[in-house]
């Protein structure tokens, strides 16, 4: 079963690009839009791995400077993670 498309998206690849997206596509056989998807498909799970990271760090940040969350030692967080299995 193919895919639907949800639209058109207006794209224009600088030369370079153009360019490369044609070598690409002779030496693979491939349609420069496989490329191009492959692409967006690599960038934006790159993109949520890094947003999830950054939403780590400022929980991180955010537990260091509340006063009521008590920083653990490694043994004591190692202890907690046990007690939790």
Request: aromatic share 10%.
């Amino acid at each position: 079963m193919k895919k639907r498309y949800a639209g058109m998206l207006p794209f224009k690849p600088t030369e370079e690009q153009s360019k490369k997206l044609e070598e690409l596509s002779q030496i693979y056989e491939r349609p420069k839009a496989y490329f191009i998807r492959v692409a967006i498909d690599r960038f934006l799970r790159n993109l949520e791995e890094n947003l999830e990271d950054e939403a780590l760090y400022r929980l991180a940040i955010q537990r260091l400077k509340d006063s009521n969350d008590p920083v653990l030692t490694k043994e004591e967080f190692e202890k907690e993670l046990e007690n939790e299995k």
